[in-house]
């Protein structure tokens, strides 16, 4: 029986306790990867067979390791004591608690795909990392607090004479909050911004260290997270507006854009054609404007559009921040032109007519790939390159792969 080759593609793949047979069992053997886990026997055994290696780091693990994986947020404290060594995966976020040095000699290493977080005394507790993201090492004598905070009464009351550690920002928009309170307790905070009201930047600036970028919220101004403009909005805070990231402005925002008076956005203001004269006659600030077409999909890890879809959208459609997008071969290249908007998003899958047409259509996309045909016309993401192989290929696409 012929043998048939083997392609791997994932972001990990686990080779710790690969077997002679298994590699026997292949003609040939290609791994694409971000990590490749070995232990000491398997690293020879690969070394030996027909095995084309393409991966960013090698790491060697004990081979009774158990591998875990986690999406989303996992945390290790001081009570988290694995029973066998363990090698952890995380996609998302991985925070490491107080007191978790004994923990952690459990762990045979890390990898990362997101945000770890741990306190800086157990630095030379952890084990081997790779890490495909940020680190965070906060003070060991502080406090730590969600990536963002807003000081209300409640977190006054409660505060104590202690450093907290928020890694993101502080907000302190509440003129009427009684700030003294925070100085006579001791409190202090340590984080990269704080936005506070104008009226309070007096004693409020005190509770931060004076590496902390001070953000004014000028008088009269309501502080609005990274919102899109709607009625809602103005009637909960208002005609003059601090907005804090990015602020959108379609159709649904056009009676609500018409009560404002004031507004200064501290990032990207993303507006319809038909209302930037209107937004601009305001008092306003900002620090990109940014034209866009009539409806908003964003942040979607994978997103596919057709002709079909497309029609439902009078005024065309802006893909923002999207992961994969795939565009059907029915679309033409006059649609792409009128109705279609790409800004941020990863990568975008067409046809090789369709390309010129994406490109010119798209700010800040991370690659256009011109690879789909009828002939080869894919329904999901995972086979999309499954044609450039022959039949006696057996193609893994995978986050993560055990040999």
């Given at each position: 029986?012929?043998?048939?080759?083997?392609?791997i593609?994932?972001?990990?793949?686990?080779?710790?306790?690969?077997?002679?047979?298994?590699?026997?069992?292949?003609?040939?053997?290609?791994?694409?990867?971000?990590?490749?886990?070995?232990?000491?026997?398997?690293?020879?055994?690969?070394?030996?067979?027909?095995?084309?290696?393409?991966?960013?780091?090698?790491?060697?693990?004990?081979?009774?390791?158990?591998?875990?994986?986690?999406?989303?947020?996992?945390?290790?404290?001081?009570?988290?004591?694995?029973?066998?060594?363990?090698?952890?995966?995380?996609?998302?976020?991985?925070?490491?608690?107080?007191?978790?040095?004994?923990?952690?000699?459990?762990?045979?290493g890390?990898?990362v795909?997101?945000?770890i977080?741990y306190?800086?005394?157990?630095?030379?507790?952890?084990?081997?990392?790779?890490?495909?993201?940020?680190?965070?090492?906060?003070?060991?004598?502080?406090?730590?607090?969600?990536?963002?905070?807003?000081?209300?009464?409640?977190?006054?009351i409660?505060?104590?004479?202690?450093?907290?550690?928020?890694?993101?920002?502080?907000?302190?928009?509440?003129?009427?909050?009684?700030?003294?309170?925070?100085?006579?307790?001791?409190?202090?905070?340590?984080?990269?911004?704080?936005?506070?009201?104008?009226?309070?930047?007096?004693?409020?600036?005190?509770?931060?260290?004076?590496?902390?970028?001070?953000?004014?919220?000028?008088?009269?101004?309501?502080?609005?997270?990274?919102?899109?403009?709607?009625?809602?909005?103005?009637?909960?805070?208002?005609?003059?507006?601090?907005?804090?990231?990015?602020?959108?402005?379609?159709?649904?925002?056009?009676?609500?854009?018409?009560?404002?008076t004031?507004?200064?956005?501290?990032?990207?203001?993303?507006?319809?054609?038909?209302?930037?004269?209107?937004?601009?006659?305001?008092?306003?600030?900002?620090?990109?404007?940014?034209i866009?077409?009539?409806?908003?999909?964003?942040?979607s890890?994978?997103?596919?559009?057709?002709?079909?879809?497309?029609?439902?959208?009078?005024?065309?459609?802006?893909?923002?921040?999207c992961?994969?997008?795939?565009?059907?071969?029915?679309?033409?290249?006059?649609?792409?032109?009128?109705?279609?908007?790409?800004?941020?998003?990863?990568?975008?899958?067409?046809?090789?007519?369709?390309?010129?047409?994406?490109?010119?259509?798209?700010?800040?996309?991370?690659?256009?790939?011109?690879?789909?045909?009828d002939?080869?016309?894919?329904?999901?993401?995972?086979?999309?390159?499954?044609y450039?192989?022959?039949?006696?290929?057996?193609?893994?696409?995978?986050?993560?792969?055990?040999?």
């Open positions: 029986m012929e043998k048939k080759k083997l392609v593609d994932a972001a990990v793949v686990d080779a710790s306790a690969v077997t002679q047979e298994y590699l026997n069992s292949y003609e040939s053997i290609a791994i694409n990867a971000t990590a490749l886990l070995v232990s000491k026997r398997s690293k020879e055994l690969l070394s030996r067979c027909n095995a084309k290696i393409n991966v960013s780091h090698v790491i060697d693990i004990p081979e009774d390791s158990e591998i875990m994986i986690q999406n989303g947020t996992f945390e290790i404290t001081e009570g988290t004591k694995m029973a066998k060594p363990t090698f952890l995966l995380v996609n998302g976020h991985l925070n490491i608690g107080n007191n978790a040095q004994e923990a952690l000699k459990t762990f045979s890390f990898i795909n997101g945000l977080s306190p800086s005394d157990l630095s030379n507790s952890l084990p081997l990392m790779n890490i495909n993201g940020t680190i965070d090492a906060y003070p060991s004598d502080a406090i730590r607090l969600k990536n963002k905070l807003i000081v209300d009464k409640a977190f006054i409660r505060a104590k004479d202690a450093k907290y550690y928020v890694k993101s920002k502080v907000v302190i928009a509440d003129e009427n909050l009684d700030i003294p309170v925070l100085i006579n307790k001791g409190t202090s905070f340590i984080t990269k911004k704080a936005f506070i009201a104008e009226n309070l930047i007096e004693s409020a600036v005190k509770l931060f260290e004076d590496d902390t970028e001070i953000i004014l919220i000028p008088a009269g101004y309501k502080y609005v997270a990274e919102e899109n403009l709607n009625d809602m909005m103005v009637k909960k805070y208002g005609n003059k507006l601090y907005v804090d990231g990015d602020l959108i402005i379609t159709s649904e925002g056009e009676n609500a854009l018409n009560k404002l004031g507004i200064i956005v501290n990032g990207t203001v993303m507006v319809l054609e038909k209302l930037a004269d209107r937004l601009m006659d305001l008092d306003i600030e900002y620090e990109e404007l940014k866009i077409k009539g409806n908003i999909i964003k942040d890890g994978m997103l596919q559009l057709s002709s079909k879809s497309l029609s439902r959208y009078k005024d065309g459609v802006t893909v923002i921040d992961g994969m997008v795939k565009l059907d071969p029915d679309i033409s290249d006059q649609e792409i032109e009128e109705k279609l908007q790409f800004i941020g998003c990863g990568m975008i899958s067409c046809t090789p007519e369709q390309k010129l047409a994406v490109e010119l259509v798209s700010e800040d996309v991370g690659m256009v790939k011109g690879n789909i045909t002939a080869t016309k894919y329904t999901d993401f995972e086979s999309e390159d499954s450039l192989y022959d039949e006696n290929t057996q193609v893994i696409n995978s986050t993560y792969y055990k040999m």
